[in-house]
Each structure stands twice: as C-alpha cells, then as structure tokens.
C-alpha cells in the first residue's frame, strides 16, 4: 500500500470524526434546540469514557515528538475496512512506562480495548502506519526515545481483530516509512556509530508470515549527527532515501539509498572513491532537499559551494547542485543562488555556471532596504546584470514600485524584489524568467515532502 492511500485513511477518518461532530451540532429539528448544548455521538462518547478510564489510573497523554503523527489521540482505518480505530499514546509509572491503547469500533459504534503495547522509554519519538507485509492491515510502528541520544523502534503486526504483538524491533538515529524499488513497503531507518562515526542504513522487510528481511549499507565515513532524511526520486526514477548528515563535526555530506539486486546501496559511494558531495566542504545550513529545486520528485544534491561575500560570514552561496542515478553516475542538474539571511534562491540559467559573483550589503541612503548585487565580466568590466531588493521599511510597497522593479515576494514584514539590469550579461534574463525561477527556502524533515 502507497503511503498516500495510508495517509488517504488516516485524514479519511479524521474527516468522518469532524463531520459527525459538525452533524451533531448543527442538524437541529426546533427552535428549542437551538439553546441546547450540542449532542456528541454516542460512539465517540464512549471512546472519551474509555479514555477517561486509563487517565484515571494515573496514566498521562504522551503524543510523538516529531514525525507527521504527533497527536496523543489518532484516527486510523487500520484494517482498510472503512471502519475507523483509535490509537492513544500514555505515559505511565510502570515498569514499561509508555503505552499505546488500540481501540476498534464495534458494530453499534462503540469503541473497546483490542490492545495495549507495553512499550520501555522515557517518551515517544515518532509513530508511523504502514502494510508491511501486504495483508491489508495496517502495522504500526512506534520510534521510542530510552536516552537524550539512544532510540530504538518496535513494529507492532496484527490480523483483522486488531491484537497487535511485537514483530521486529531495532535501534535508529532518524527512520521514515519508503517504498523503494522491488520492495512493497520497508521501514527504512539510519543508525549512527556512536563510538567512532560514521554508520548504517537499514531497509526492513516484512513478509508472509511475519518474516523479517533486512538489507543493509553503510553511511559516508565520519559521520556524527543526521540533519535530515527525505525520500525521493533520482534520475532515473527509482525512489531513494537522501540522508544528510554532519561528518566531521563540521561540514555536511548526503548518502544516497536506494534498491538493487543486491539489496541496499548508497549510490553515492558506488564510485568506489570519496563521497563527492563531500569535496567542496559544505556548510550545515544547506541541505539536499530544501524545496529549492525538487523537480518532479527528484532531488538535486547540492555538491559544489561557492560563499559569496567574506569568507568567515558570507551573505549568500552559489551552488552547483547533481542529480544521482541508481549506478552512482551524477549529471549537473542546476546553479542557483542561495541568499542566507531573508532564505530566498534563484535557479540561474545553464550558461550562467561559474560565470557571475554576487555581494550583498545595506542601502545606505534607503532605511530598511538591503541590495543583492548579481555581477558578471563584460568587456573585461564587472558590471551588475541582476539586483534583489529586500525591503523591510515603512515605504516598502513605493520602494518595490519604482521604474524597472518587480515583486518576488510580499509578506507583512518583507517585500522581495528585482530588478534587471539592461545589458549583455543580462540578455538571457527576463522577468517571467526570475519570477518562475524565484522561491523562498522551506526547510523539510522526516519525508514532508509533498
């Protein structure tokens, strides 16, 4: 099962959970009732009373920390029946001290207990939903935190009636549900060494009979702390896990991980030599996926990193940015411009690589108006072709007007615009082209990208 259609079910039954409240609240048959407290199904009436009953115990709601579940109470069509089941996350003081309650509604709409997970852990981290191994219902996976750094994560199987135990467990550093190529669904987890750097990836597998298949690779030597962990496609449309980690306790490198016949590999060490999103030194603020330039899926790795301003606090980067395919081979994908402080970009055109500088600094005779200056040689002169305004003050809006500017982008507290320059460095730019080719940078973690 897709992850859409896991999540199609999970909003599904959320949506059927509103619309009853907003029936019961709203479907009134006298004027009387117009003064009445609205009326809350007897289902869901049940459900809070089942709920009450484990708070009373002493128990405390304790919702996932991160992830894209982070409710202490979740609707789910775990067994794809159209019928939806509660999953309710607990702290306790007992020796396992975290809980998760799985209520089923029965045919009269009434919630009951079809299983408690004893879990060990100081709290949630995260909590994932997906059909393992291909019977239709769903397993839930719960990541625990046991320490400040050290997780581990348990997968919960069940049948149709819900009673969910213990099929696999294992320890991670950051984890996300993927379908990559020739697998059905795996729990695809990044494990760091902790004791000397680096690490391993892990695809998980379910099959018939709950049986349990792990492949494998490591990660980029050096490695010491993951930053981030999205799932995407490469060049040549298989879907890949991009893991962007701090190696050396200073720069940033991505491991690419992807199906073969083998099992797991990180592409990006199929070269057999070093990494190479590791030979320009990047910084830890730049990352593969930051909604810069995702094309259709695939992810554009940023490999080569030019700072552009003074070296120890540069305004902004040009970066040359690769897209891998499954053998390892990496084609240039793009040049863009990163500016630093108000996270905007600009993906320039193919000719423009390694043909342009930009600097960046305060307006003086303008308050609240900061100039990004894009320079290029003409004649043997520098000359500015491209100028970003960024334009905080009071008369922002008469400043974004003026004869030969362009608004990029408009917010209470900033407008973004440009301007460009008449000229031979210019001749390729126009401004539908930086309008189309201009975004704000949105970071993404754990696989939030769609």
């Not at 000397?196 to 695809?203: D, F, H, I, S």
């Not at 960024?390 to 500017?405: C, V």
Request: with cysteine.
């Amino acid at each position: 099962m897709t992850k859409a259609r896991i999540t199609t079910r999970i909003a599904a039954a959320t949506t059927a959970i509103a619309a009853l409240l907003l029936i019961s609240s709203c479907m009134l048959s006298s004027a009387d009732e117009l003064f009445e407290l609205p009326r809350v199904p007897n289902g869901l009436l049940n459900l809070q009373y089942q709920l009450a009953q484990v708070t009373d115990r002493g128990a405390q709601y304790s919702p996932p920390q991160s992830g894209v579940n982070r409710q202490s109470l979740q609707l789910v069509d775990l067994a794809g029946d159209g019928n939806t089941a509660a999953v309710a996350f607990f702290s306790t003081l007992q020796p396992s001290p975290l809980k998760v309650y799985v209520y089923r509604a029965d045919a009269d709409g009434a919630y009951q207990i079809a299983s408690v997970i004893d879990a060990a852990g100081d709290s949630f981290d995260q909590v994932y939903y997906a059909d393992l191994d291909g019977d239709g219902i769903l397993e839930i996976i719960v990541g625990q935190r046991l320490s400040e750094t050290l997780r581990c994560y348990s997968v919960y199987s069940s049948g149709d009636d819900l009673r969910y135990s213990l099929a696999a467990s294992g320890d991670y550093t950051a984890m996300t549900v993927a379908e990559l190529p020739d697998y059905r669904s795996s729990l695809f987890s990044v494990l760091i060494d902790s004791r000397g750097g680096g690490g391993t990836a892990e695809a998980m597998l379910m099959g018939a009979g709950k049986t349990i298949e792990r492949h494998t690779d490591r990660l980029t030597g050096g490695v010491t702390e993951i930053r981030q962990l999205v799932l995407g496609l490469l060049s040549d449309g298989a879907v890949a896990a991009y893991v962007d980690s701090l190696a050396d306790g200073e720069y940033i490198v991505t491991d690419v991980f992807t199906a073969s016949g083998d099992g797991l590999v990180n592409v990006a060490l199929l070269s057999g030599g070093e990494n190479p999103t590791r030979r320009s030194a990047r910084y830890t603020d730049v990352y593969s996926a930051d909604r810069t330039t995702v094309r259709d899926g695939v992810i554009d790795v940023p490999v080569d990193i030019y700072p552009q301003g003074r070296a120890d606090a540069p305004a902004g980067y040009i970066i040359d940015r690769y897209d891998f395919d499954s053998r390892g081979n990496m084609t240039f994908a793009c040049n863009t411009y990163r500016d630093i402080y108000d996270e905007w970009y600009i993906v320039m055109p193919p000719s423009f690589r390694e043909q342009y500088s930009v600097r960046a600094g305060a307006n003086p005779a303008v308050l609240g108006e900061t100039v990004t200056a894009f320079t290029a040689t003409e004649n043997g002169e520098s000359v500015i072709f491209l100028k970003v305004y960024e334009l905080t003050g009071d008369n922002r809006e008469e400043r974004a007007a003026l004869p030969g500017r362009f608004v990029l982008y408009d917010s209470l507290q900033i407008i973004i615009a440009a301007e460009i320059v008449p000229g031979d460095a210019s001749r390729e730019l126009d401004e539908s082209y930086i309008i189309e080719n201009f975004g704000r940078i949105l970071p993404i973690w754990n696989n939030e990208l769609e």
